[in-house]
């Protein structure tokens, strides 16, 4: 996938306002593409086109191919989409029940500009930094820091514990954003109550980055708690071939946003009223969700597909893009220009070659998110030894000191 990098090189802004919204959705896809039902792309295809997500959050991952099913099917559906790269999970190697996370994206409205995996003590969280595109899909100045998590599951003080280190892992790399930053965590939390710890934590001050739950209902999880809309599991009131059952009792899943983005003065926020638990009206508490009615809700079709697809609900919600703004009519647009980096694969060296001779900050990560190398470069051109480093896949980070721009890259490491 191609990167862009903007060089400010004036101060005069070519302002192009945004009519359409950015359509987000947060899915818990239950071992996808594995289990006993048959053709569940169809199912699954049939809740996109119901929604038409400009960006899909996905848990349960089990594979690459699943991963690449439901980017392809979006393609189908409604043109140019991609993922993020797909990388085995990283955490608790010991452990043999491995899940994934990942997303999928519109090309016309988001490009890739770096990813990571974030080790934890159970299962990993993937970081995705996205940049938002204008109607041409030319790179605008807003950036939005994606983190997609699956927390352990189950109750007991134990699993509440891993829940809260998981979380804690999360805000600490959040604290290391720029202020003001446009956040969004997703996922299946697996949170019982909104006193737990974990849920507690992720809402936590974070500077200028603190998270908020759009919907702001405290008392879930209570027996008289009034909405139950919110809850995202379990479609099923008794266990299908795969999943839990239960009911629509749980309010496991969920769309954290940052301070930036619930502020309607940003150029990227919040659209009002739009977060929901898709396909749930509050009628089907402690029942399967296909005794939920249709009324204020989607058609019965999707809700038969939401059913089968899995045992959680997808949450969803809307962003607004403001006033968000072109690049600069007098910037230059380097279209992975800015570093050259040879050889690819590389054995014992790398060269780097810059088109300036401003100072360059080199930074060298491992797939799990390890700082490997850190060093600045002086001039135009400098030769790097790798030769500490193991053979495999790495993300190269090149900050320009001055303008504060960064270019990501991958490289390998083959001997």
Not at 151 to 160: C, F, I, T
Not at 315 to 325: E, H, Q
Not at 394 to 403: A, G, L
Request: glycine letters at 6%; charged letters at 20%.
């Amino acid at each position: 996938m191609k990167k862009y990098i903007v060089l400010f090189l004036g101060l005069i802004y070519g302002a192009l306002v945004f009519s359409q919204d950015i359509n987000v959705m947060s899915y818990n896809v239950l071992l996808y593409p594995e289990g006993d039902m048959v053709n569940r792309i169809d199912t699954f295809s049939k809740i996109l086109d119901y929604y038409k997500p400009d960006l899909l959050l996905l848990q349960e991952l089990k594979s690459e191919q699943g991963l690449q099913n439901v980017t392809e099917e979006l393609t189908t559906l409604f043109g140019n989409f991609a993922s993020g790269t797909y990388v085995n999970q990283v955490s608790n190697p010991s452990n043999t029940w491995r899940l994934q996370q990942n997303i999928a994206f519109n090309e016309n409205v988001f490009s890739l500009d770096s990813e990571r995996v974030i080790e934890t003590l159970y299962r990993d969280i993937n970081y995705f930094k996205l940049n938002v595109l204008d109607d041409n899909a030319a790179p605008t100045s807003e950036l939005v820091h994606v983190y997609v998590t699956h927390l352990k599951s189950s109750q007991g003080n134990a699993n509440e514990q891993l829940r809260l280190a998981m979380a804690e892992v999360l805000i600490d790399s959040i604290a290391l954003l720029p202020a003001e930053s446009n956040v969004i965590v997703a996922g299946d939390f697996n949170v019982y109550y909104g006193q737990e710890p974990a849920y507690e934590m992720l809402l936590s001050t974070n500077g200028t980055n603190t998270l908020n739950d759009p919907i702001d209902m405290p008392g879930w999880g209570s027996s008289n708690f009034q909405n139950k809309e919110v809850y995202t599991q379990s479609t099923r009131l008794s266990s299908l071939s795969d999943g839990a059952g239960g009911g629509v009792d749980d309010r496991f899943d969920f769309i954290l946003l940052s301070d930036h983005l619930m502020n309607s003065n940003s150029d990227l926020t919040y659209q009002s009223n739009s977060y929901k638990a898709l396909g749930n009206n509050g009628t089907c508490y402690n029942e399967d969700l296909i005794d939920c009615t249709t009324t204020d809700n989607v058609p019965y079709d999707i809700l038969r597909s939401l059913y089968y697809m899995s045992d959680h609900l997808p949450v969803v919600l809307s962003l607004d893009k403001n006033n968000v703004v072109s690049a600069p009519e007098s910037s230059v647009l380097l279209e992975d220009n800015l570093v050259k980096i040879t050889p690819n694969p590389a054995n014992t060296y790398l060269d780097f070659v810059w088109d300036n001779v401003r100072h360059m900050d080199l930074s060298i990560f491992s797939l799990q998110g390890k700082l490997m190398l850190n060093k600045r470069l002086l001039s135009g051109n400098a030769k790097l030894d790798i030769t500490n480093l193991n053979e495999g896949l790495y993300f190269v980070e090149v900050k320009d000191v001055q303008t504060g721009e960064v270019v990501t890259k991958k490289i390998v490491v083959q001997r």
